[in-house]
């Protein structure tokens, strides 16, 4: 039973997946680190964050609302990992497989909301 969004495993990938995006940008060169690398970051840390924030809205409508903004984060996110692989030829392989997977799971629970309502 789920009784907190830290029981949702798609708050928990999400969750994982900042500490890989820290430890993937930690290998951006330091002019980055107010540009790209701080954008994945808050990119990364936009995801669980608002899993969490939209589990503790008082309507599904409002809950569907901040995956929806999660959901987008992860986009953003999944381009931002391309550019940083494309322009530093930096290893980001493993969190754009778990961005595709809580991609998967965001669009599942988003359409599980949207029939319960």
Do not use: C, H
């Amino acid at each position: 039973m789920i009784k907190s969004f830290k029981d949702l495993v798609v708050w928990q990938k999400s969750f994982n997946l900042v500490q890989d995006v820290y430890a993937a940008t930690e290998q951006l060169p330091q002019s980055e680190l107010y540009g790209l690398s701080s954008q994945i970051r808050r990119s990364a840390v936009s995801i669980p964050s608002n899993i969490a924030e939209g589990s503790k809205r008082s309507t599904s409508k409002d809950y569907i609302q901040f995956l929806r903004v999660a959901y987008g984060s992860s986009a953003e996110l999944e381009t931002q990992l391309l550019l940083a692989k494309a322009l530093y030829n930096i290893e980001v392989d493993d969190p754009l497989g778990l961005v595709e997977e809580i991609q998967k799971m965001l669009q599942s629970l988003i359409t599980k909301l949207i029939t319960k309502t």
